[in-house]
């Protein structure tokens, strides 16, 4: 079982849709969590980082679950911006390791 | 404005070459990274290093080796360089502690070896 997991997508989905993605992680020790953008192409870039009660900033909500080992994001009123590969990443237990999912993939249609 | 910056985007090598990639960071972080990307595997970590001379095995490192003489710098090594080693590599930094701390990625550099 790979340590961090995503839904496999590619997500399509219409200008103005919520989209949910899915990350669950096989570490119970990890620590710290985050949800990275990547657009086509370029660096992988913090989108924002998973706070134990949930978080939100705009569109974008994240929520841990650490009893289930799952990571969620949430994005409300998607924009044909949002298109990118949304990367689910956990700091390894125990040292300041990153450990990246697969990815999973939206496009915003117009 | 953070920086990582890797020496170069593109890079084309024939087997059998000595690789040089190079990472510098000016955001005075501890720790720092090398990865590869591939297409259906997601980033994988090569190796790291949480401080000046230090570096440690990530999963990945066969066929690798790493430098750091300078906090800034962090170079990674394909000592005989072969066909499965073409890739995407990325470089990043973050500072060290626990909690959130934010990993910061190079513009990568795709190496393709021949």
């Known amino acids: 079982r790979k340590e961090v997991e995503q839904d496999p997508g590619p997500f399509n989905v219409p200008e103005g849709a919520t989209v949910a993605f899915n990350c669950t992680y096989s570490n119970s020790a990890s620590q710290s969590f985050f949800w990275y953008r990547q657009d086509c192409r370029k660096e992988p870039k913090l989108l924002m980082s998973v706070y134990s009660s949930g978080n939100e900033d705009g569109r974008f909500t994240a929520q841990l679950n650490r009893a289930s080992q799952y990571i969620s994001l949430l994005i409300r009123d998607s924009k044909l911006s949002d298109s990118a590969t949304y990367l689910c990443?956990?700091?390894?237990?125990?040292?300041?390791?990153?450990?990246f999912g697969p990815g999973t993939r939206l496009s915003v249609l117009p | 404005d953070v920086k990582v910056t890797q020496s170069s985007r593109y890079l084309v090598k024939r087997t059998g070459e000595k690789v040089f990639l190079e990472c510098v960071q000016d955001m005075d972080h501890e720790n720092m990274f090398w990865y590869r990307q591939d297409p259906g595997l997601g980033l994988r970590l090569i190796y790291f290093s949480y401080d000046v001379k230090m570096k440690e095995k990530g999963d990945i490192p066969e066929g690798y080796s790493v430098s750091r003489e300078k906090k800034e710098r962090f170079s990674l090594i394909l000592e005989s360089a072969s066909t499965n080693q073409t890739s995407m590599y990325l470089c990043a930094s973050s500072l060290s502690g626990t909690g959130l701390t934010e990993a910061f990625f190079g513009q990568g550099t795709r190496l393709t070896v021949v």
């Open positions: 990443v956990v700091n390894r237990a125990g040292g300041q390791n990153f450990v």
